[in-house]
């Protein structure tokens, strides 16, 4: 199965989690080994006072149990978990069987254990043309969890169409069928058990949308005033729904200009879609016509934000933002301090959190650094870069927040240069907010020595966290054993 690199962003049960993929690894050994030395020890040395202060600690990384069994090919990747509770999460993505082709996995985890991964019941049939993978996964209640995925077809391999499959209440899964086959799914957001949507693009190049009621799933159906604004096509990037029947839904459209790319969003008012505009402000910062929304967060119904990029004259790519506030949408801007046209690798928001009207905390990229920038009552402050554990950068993933000044947060720290994370390997590391005090990193590290690629951080009300990735060994396909696995770790 090929690796690619992949973003996509789920809101479930109020949580924000931004999910990052991977492409091949090249890279040095030595400089893996002298540079994840020194993160670890950066990392260790903050993890005691965080864990005194919130009476929570992380757990070591795992692999993902059972995995190694299936993945005999050498190649897996962790690309959605998410937990109902403390010790009840489900996780899922895809591995590579004897035969080299790409199959879906899916594993439980009940009440602190989880459960050994296996192939998502009833892929085999779907799956004739060896492409498939679980995207995205949501849980609403223990053993109540949903997910979705694409399986290919025998005629293209590259001709996917999505399943989905449920957890029953001891942690087993249903058999995957077929939903919505003309809709390529991108996100999902479950606000209720039986009430779940997701939206990506249609066969025919058009941001779509499907809902859930019950068991029973819709067609898919072009969100109103998308075709207007993007006669070239669109798709949805970001999805949330304070519940059933209220969402929002953003992402990108081409005009007829060509090669351009602008954003929109889109609300879901009592079961009834409005039509998507575009971002207001973002014309007018998106000389450059490539922007994009990577992230969106709604504190309550109507009162939401979307963050992403955008690109100006001179081909920079910089961060954006912009908050609705009481169902209206204000006019984009960026973050201070991310604009910089002297950085060439530019400035985005990968995550956000809102927790109430316009009181939001993002995180993202400011040139090879991690930043952490709060915004309260509709003023952004300037941003706040995190520690750089390695001298080659770091990148962040994903954010949750319990509350304002209470939040967690996933990323990398790079063990060298390229062009992703894999060419030179990365160690996963955490952060953790107590009210209103971040904690240095704090390096996931495994057992076995592999190097931990953060992608999904899910949390529940309460509090306690799992965060989940992909483990790389060696630096190369050549290298033995299997080069990529997927972990998971909690805090709790």
């Known amino acids: 199965?090929?690796?690619?690199?992949?973003?996509?962003?789920?809101?479930?049960?109020?949580?924000?989690?931004?999910?990052?993929?991977?492409?091949?690894a090249t890279g040095a050994a030595a400089s893996i080994a002298r540079t994840a030395g020194t993160a670890h020890a950066a990392g260790r040395a903050s993890a005691a006072a965080s864990s005194a202060?919130?009476?929570?600690?992380w757990?070591?990384?795992?692999?993902?149990p059972g995995l190694a069994k299936l993945n005999v090919g050498h190649d897996a990747m962790l690309n959605d978990l998410a937990c109902a509770s403390g010790g009840n999460c489900a996780a899922g993505g895809f591995y590579t069987d004897r035969a080299g082709k790409g199959q879906a996995w899916i594993a439980s985890e009940v009440r602190g254990t989880w459960r050994a991964a296996e192939e998502v019941p009833g892929t085999a049939r779907l799956n004739a043309g060896g492409n498939a993978a679980v995207n995205l996964v949501s849980c609403l209640a223990p053993g109540d969890c949903v997910a979705i995925g694409e399986a290919a077809d025998a005629t293209d391999p590259d001709k996917q169409s999505p399943f989905v499959a449920t957890e029953a209440k001891d942690g087993t899964w249903t058999?995957?069928?077929?939903?919505?086959?003309?809709?390529?799914v991108a996100v999902i957001s479950c606000p209720r058990a039986g009430h779940c949507v997701v939206a990506g693009q249609s066969a025919a190049g058009n941001a779509s949308v499907a809902a859930e009621d019950g068991a029973a799933w819709g067609a898919s159906r072009t969100l109103p005033g998308v075709?207007?604004?993007?006669?070239?096509?669109?798709?949805?990037?970001?999805?949330?729904?304070?519940?059933?029947?209220?969402?929002?839904?953003?992402?990108?459209?081409?005009?007829?200009?060509?090669?351009w790319h602008q954003v929109f969003v889109a609300s879901e008012v009592k079961g009834a879609w409005q039509r998507a505009i575009e971002v207001p402000g973002t014309a007018r910062l998106n000389a450059g016509g490539d922007a994009q929304i990577s992230a969106i967060s709604c504190a309550s119904a109507g009162n939401c934000a979307v963050g992403g990029f955008y690109s100006d004259r001179a081909g920079d790519y910089f961060t954006f933002v912009a908050d609705q506030v009481r169902g209206r949408w204000d006019a984009a801007r960026s973050i201070p301090g991310t604009v910089d046209p002297?950085?060439?690798?530019?400035?985005s928001v990968t995550g956000l959190r809102c927790t109430a009207a316009a009181t939001c905390l993002a995180v993202g990229g400011f040139g090879p650094d991690g930043f952490i920038a709060v915004e309260q009552g509709g003023a952004w402050g300037k941003i706040r870069l995190v520690p750089d554990l390695t001298g080659w950068g770091t990148s962040l993933t994903a954010v949750a927040c319990q509350s304002a000044g209470n939040c967690l947060l996933t990323g990398n720290a790079q063990l060298g240069t390229g062009d992703d994370s894999f060419d030179a390997g990365a160690e996963s590391f955490t952060m953790t907010e107590v009210k209103g005090a971040?904690?240095?990193?704090?390096?996931?590290?495994?057992?076995?020595?592999?190097?931990?690629?953060?992608?999904?951080?899910?949390?529940?009300?309460?509090?306690?966290c799992s965060v989940g990735g992909t483990i790389q060994y060696g630096i190369s396909y050549q290298t033995s054993p299997a080069p990529f696995s997927a972990y998971v770790a909690r805090y709790s």
């Open 342 to 347: 002297a950085d060439v690798a530019g400035s």
């Open 53 to 57: 202060a919130s009476g929570r600690r």
């Open 59 to 64: 757990s070591a990384a795992v692999p993902v």
């Open 1 to 24: 199965m090929n690796r690619v690199s992949t973003v996509a962003l789920v809101a479930v049960a109020g949580f924000c989690l931004l999910l990052a993929g991977a492409v091949d």
């Open 227 to 259: 075709t207007a604004l993007g006669p070239e096509g669109s798709t949805v990037d970001a999805l949330t729904c304070t519940s059933p029947g209220n969402c929002v839904a953003a992402g990108t459209y081409d005009p007829p200009a060509a090669g």
């Open 438 to 464: 971040w904690s240095k990193p704090r390096v996931l590290t495994v057992a076995d020595g592999g190097l931990t690629d953060s992608a999904v951080l899910s949390c529940d009300r309460g509090g306690d």
């Open 175 to 184: 058999t995957a069928r077929p939903i919505a086959p003309a809709l390529g």
